[in-house]
């Protein structure tokens, strides 16, 4: 099975390590995975901006980027939901694009997802011995409705305790360019998350998307706070090798 990674902007820029796991979790379940160069940021942040002309103009470049792909794998909902928001981009009268934005929707997949339900997998043999909490994003748990995969994977780690957070399912503030548009709001959002992360007594908060980590990681390290927060990749590949 060939699989194209889709390295999302965050992963590239500010945690490559969690590109690294996905592909050595995926090569060791028996895939080809490839990296296609020419791809760039999904239009996400310009969509959510009301530029819906200028994503326009990412979206065909990133079609194009994954043309040739058979499966594209992104450890990422957020970026994967708006790459199956592309074909909406396109009306009747670009019936082409339309229809290769739906094909490459069709095949693109969040990490968690695919090795569940597309490869089968759930028992990738980790072994963290940690007390984690999980935070679930909003685009992969509510738009894309992908809840059980990460359940599923984190159950089968070997000495992972898994505790209760509470509210787990609120925003954690950052939203994409809403953090930069409603800091404010934003600011009290990340405070509340980060506040029922340090009463839940876990030492370990892990995510399925970067940009969820980095905001919710941030105000922990501004309130002198040790827990440590990873991607949902970086805890699959423990204790593996």
Same mark, same amino acid.
């Given at each position: ?6 390295i ?6 500010f945690y490559?390590?969690v ?6 979790? *995926?090569?060791?379940?028996g895939?080809?995975?490839d ?7 999904c239009g996400?942040? !310009?969509?959510?901006?009301g530029?819906?002309?200028?994503t326009?103009?990412?979206a065909k470049?990133m079609?194009e980027?994954?043309e040739? !792909?058979?499966?594209?794998?992104a450890?990422?909902?957020s970026c ?7 074909? !909406?981009?396109?009306?009747e009268?670009e019936?082409?694009?339309q229809?290769k934005a739906a094909?490459?929707a ?5 990490f968690?997802?695919f090795v569940v339900?597309?490869?089968?997998k759930?028992d ?7 007390k984690?909490?999980v ?5 992969m748990?509510r738009l894309m ?6 359940q599923?994977l984190?159950?089968h780690?070997k000495?992972?305790e898994?505790?209760? *957070?509470?509210?787990?399912?609120d925003?954690?503030g950052?939203?994409?360019?809403f953090?930069v548009k ?6 009290e959002?990340v405070?509340e998350?980060t506040k ?8 370990l *908060?892990?995510g399925?998307?970067?940009?969820c980590?980095m ?18 990749a970086q805890? *699959?590949?423990e204790?593996?090798?």
């Open positions: 099975m060939k699989v194209s990674l889709f999302t902007c965050l992963a590239d820029i490559p390590e590109g690294k796991d996905v592909v050595e979790i *995926l090569e060791d379940l895939c080809e995975v990296f296609p160069k020419n791809q760039t940021c996400q942040p !310009a969509y959510n901006s530029y819906h002309k200028e326009k103009t990412a470049h079609i980027a994954f040739g !792909a058979e499966y594209a794998v450890p990422s909902g994967v939901m708006m790459v199956h928001e592309f074909p !909406a981009l396109f009306s009268s019936k082409e694009w229809e094909a490459l069709n095949k693109t997949y969040e968690t997802q339900e597309v490869l089968g759930e990738l043999g980790a072994e963290l011995h940690r984690a909490a935070h679930t994003s909003c685009h748990n409705g992908i809840k059980e995969p990460p599923r984190l159950k780690v000495g992972l898994v505790v209760p *957070l509470s509210h787990s399912y925003c954690c950052f939203g994409g360019t953090s409603m800091p404010e709001i934003s600011e959002m405070e998350k029922h992360m340090m009463e839940s007594d876990a030492d *908060l892990i399925m998307d970067c940009s980590l905001n919710i990681k941030g105000r922990l390290t501004r309130k002198g706070c040790s827990i440590e927060v990873k991607h949902i805890v *699959l590949n204790g593996r090798k």
